[in-house]
């Protein structure tokens, strides 16, 4: 079964409106990352936060362990932030990765 | 510059031929791994490394061999191609550790088999 969980699918929002990404894990975890893909691109990792809130510039990420859920915010969202976003969990002695299916982001002006 | 290089980027393939994905990574990480992803998904693993010379299987590696010859080099190799292994292929490096296990990631191979 899926052992990540992304939500929502799909966001369509207005340039300037905040966004707000869910990632939810089945299982225990060592570490957890936020990717984001360029359509059609590569993958660049956004945050590694395996617990508590991290911030860069108008994204935050906050990861609570103990109720295995993380969510990345995105303030005063810009065209340029269209694209899609995945999670990916680390478990295991060996920290194998888990992704999500990922949510993907359209920004209109 | 790029740490993770793929090659080739694009590749149609005819079923049943052979196809070699390579990932040269420079940065000196020993844990290498391909990921597999289909439109609309997310990432798949199907082969990863963490020493040279061995490799390990991921979660779908049925119909795909891996060979981790040095540090730097990993590849992926499809004996038989089938049209179900059309997908963008993904390589990607990390240190390994799960208190710093960032993944760095390679532009992609999309293979199309026809």
Same mark, same amino acid.
């Given at each position: 079964g899926q052992q990540v969980q992304q939500s929502p699918t799909s966001l369509v929002l207005q340039e300037g409106e905040n966004a707000e990404?869910?990632? #939810?894990?089945? *299982? !225990?975890? #060592?570490?957890?990352?936020?990717?984001?893909?360029?359509?059609?691109?590569?993958?660049?990792?956004?945050?590694y936060n395996p617990s508590g809130t991290k911030q860069s510039g108008r994204l935050t990420s906050t990861t609570v362990i103990k109720e295995r859920r !993380? !969510?990345?915010?995105?303030?005063?969202?810009?065209i340029t932030d269209s694209g899609t976003y995945l999670c990916a969990m680390g478990r295991?002695? #060996? #920290?194998?990765?888990?992704?999500?299916?990922? *949510?993907?982001l359209v920004v209109k002006p | 510059e790029a740490a993770v290089t793929q @090659?080739?980027? @694009?590749?149609?393939?005819?079923? $049943?031929?052979?196809?070699?994905?390579?990932?040269?990574?420079?940065?000196?990480?020993?844990?290498?791994?391909?990921?597999r992803q289909d439109t609309g998904h997310g990432l798949r693993l199907i082969h990863y490394s963490y020493v040279a010379d061995s490799t390990e299987k991921g979660d779908i590696p049925d119909g795909y061999k891996a060979s981790r010859p040095s540090q730097e080099n990993f590849s992926l190799i499809l004996e038989l191609a089938s049209l179900s292994q059309t997908a963008v292929y993904f390589c990607a490096s990390s240190d390994g550790?799960?208190?710093g296990n960032t993944l760095y990631f $390679?532009?992609?191979s999309r293979l199309i088999v026809v």
């Amino acid at each position: 079964g899926q052992q990540v969980q992304q939500s929502p699918t799909s966001l369509v929002l207005q340039e300037g409106e905040n966004a707000e990404l869910q990632c #939810n894990f089945s *299982t !225990s975890l #060592n570490s957890m990352q936020w990717f984001y893909q360029r359509p059609g691109g590569s993958l660049v990792s956004v945050f590694y936060n395996p617990s508590g809130t991290k911030q860069s510039g108008r994204l935050t990420s906050t990861t609570v362990i103990k109720e295995r859920r !993380s !969510s990345l915010h995105i303030s005063s969202s810009q065209i340029t932030d269209s694209g899609t976003y995945l999670c990916a969990m680390g478990r295991g002695s #060996n #920290n194998r990765i888990f992704f999500g299916d990922g *949510t993907q982001l359209v920004v209109k002006p | 510059e790029a740490a993770v290089t793929q @090659s080739p980027r @694009s590749k149609v393939a005819v079923t $049943g031929g052979k196809v070699t994905l390579s990932c040269h990574q420079t940065n000196n990480h020993d844990y290498m791994y391909w990921y597999r992803q289909d439109t609309g998904h997310g990432l798949r693993l199907i082969h990863y490394s963490y020493v040279a010379d061995s490799t390990e299987k991921g979660d779908i590696p049925d119909g795909y061999k891996a060979s981790r010859p040095s540090q730097e080099n990993f590849s992926l190799i499809l004996e038989l191609a089938s049209l179900s292994q059309t997908a963008v292929y993904f390589c990607a490096s990390s240190d390994g550790r799960p208190s710093g296990n960032t993944l760095y990631f $390679g532009e992609g191979s999309r293979l199309i088999v026809v």
